[in-house]
C-alpha cells in the first residue's frame, strides 16, 4: 500500500480528512514490519519528516515519544496507537482491529470465542455471518466447528461437505469430518475418549487418548491419530493444543 508524506503544511488535509474514507497510520519511522503489514491489511501508512523542525509540533501532538511510535487516525479523530518495535506477530495484534472491517472483526472475535470455548457467543456471531456470506470458507468452517462443539454434528457435516478440496479450509474441515467419526468408534481402548471428544470435553479426551499411548495399547496408531486431529480442531491458537503437543512430544520422543 502506499505511503505518503504529511508534514504540518498538509496534515488536516492527508491525514485528518482521509481517514474519514479508511484508517491511516502515521508515524515518523517505517519499519520492515510495519510496511509488511500495510500491504496485508491494506492500509495507507503517512510519513512525517523526522528532519523537519516544524514537524515537531505535530509530534507533540500526536505525543510521538520515539520515531518508531504508531498513530492511527480514523473518521477524522486519533483512534489510537502502536508500538513500532514490536515483532511483527504483535504489531499485528495491535494495529489489526483498526483496519479490518467490520465482518471481519466479527469472525476474529467468533473466532476468538471458540478458542476461549464460548461456544454458545461464538454461534450466534457465526450464525448471523454464515447468513450473510455463506460462500466464506472461514465463515463455513467456523459455523461448523461451533456447530460440532454445540452438538449439531450432522448440521455440521453438510456445511463441511459443501467446502471442496480446491476451496480454503479444505484441510481443516477434513479433520473436522475425521473428529466426527470419532463417535463411531466404540471399540476398547478407544471407546471412552472417543465418547468425551463427542461430549466436547477435549482435555480429558486428550488425557486419556495419551494414557492408552503410555500403556502401549495404540498399536495402530489411533490414537496419536485423533490427538492430532483433535489439534486441528481446537486450532493452533488453543491452549490445550499448545498443552498436549507438548505432551505428545515428550511422550513419543523421550
Same mark, same amino acid.
Given at each position: 500500500m502506499p505511503v505518503i508524506q504529511t508534514d504540518i503544511e498538509n496534515f488536516e488535509q492527508v491525514v485528518i480528512n482521509g481517514s474519514a474514507e479508511k484508517a491511516i =497510520?502515521?508515524?515518523?519511522?517505517?519499519?520492515? !514490519? %510495519?510496511?509488511?503489514l500495510s500491504n496485508e491489511l #491494506?492500509?495507507?501508512? =503517512?510519513?512525517l519528516d523526522p528532519e523537519d523542525p516544524n514537524n515537531q509540533s505535530l509530534a507533540g501532538y500526536l505525543r510521538l515519544g520515539s520515531l518508531s511510535d504508531i498513530r492511527i487516525f480514523k473518521n477524522k479523530q486519533l483512534a489510537g496507537g502502536a508500538d513500532g518495535n514490536l515483532p511483527e506477530s504483535e504489531l499485528k495484534?495491535? %494495529?489489526?482491529?483498526?483496519? /479490518?472491517?467490520?465482518?471481519? =472483526?466479527? /469472525? /476474529?472475535? !467468533?473466532?476468538d470465542a471458540l478458542n476461549l470455548g464460548q461456544t454458545s457467543a461464538a454461534l450466534k456471531t457465526l450464525q448471523k455471518l454464515f447468513e450473510k456470506k455463506p460462500e466464506n470458507k472461514k465463515v463455513c468452517y467456523l459455523f461448523a466447528k461451533a456447530k460440532t462443539m454445540s452438538g449439531k454434528r450432522e448440521e455440521a457435516k453438510t456445511i463441511l461437505q459443501s467446502i471442496k478440496?480446491?476451496?480454503?479450509?479444505? #484441510?481443516?474441515? #477434513? +479433520?473436522l469430518l475425521d473428529l466426527m467419526e470419532f463417535y463411531e468408534d466404540t471399540a476398547p481402548p478407544y471407546d471412552k475418549p472417543y465418547k468425551l471428544a +463427542?461430549?466436547?470435553?477435549? #482435555?480429558e479426551a486428550l488425557d486419556s487418548f495419551l494414557e492408552i499411548i503410555e500403556n502401549k495399547q495404540d498399536s495402530e496408531d489411533k490414537a496419536k491419530k485423533a490427538i492430532i486431529t483433535l489439534f486441528s480442531v481446537l486450532g493452533p491458537k488453543h491452549e490445550l493444543t499448545w498443552e498436549y503437543r507438548a505432551k505428545l512430544n515428550r511422550l513419543i520422543y523421550i
Open positions: =497510520a502515521v508515524s515518523f519511522e517505517i519499519s520492515p !514490519a %510495519l510496511e509488511k #491494506k492500509f495507507t501508512i =503517512a510519513k495484534k495491535q %494495529l489489526q482491529p483498526f483496519f /479490518l472491517s467490520e465482518e471481519d =472483526a466479527l /469472525l /476474529l472475535n !467468533a473466532e478440496e480446491t476451496d480454503d479450509f479444505y #484441510k481443516e474441515s #477434513k +479433520s +463427542s461430549q466436547n470435553k477435549f #482435555k
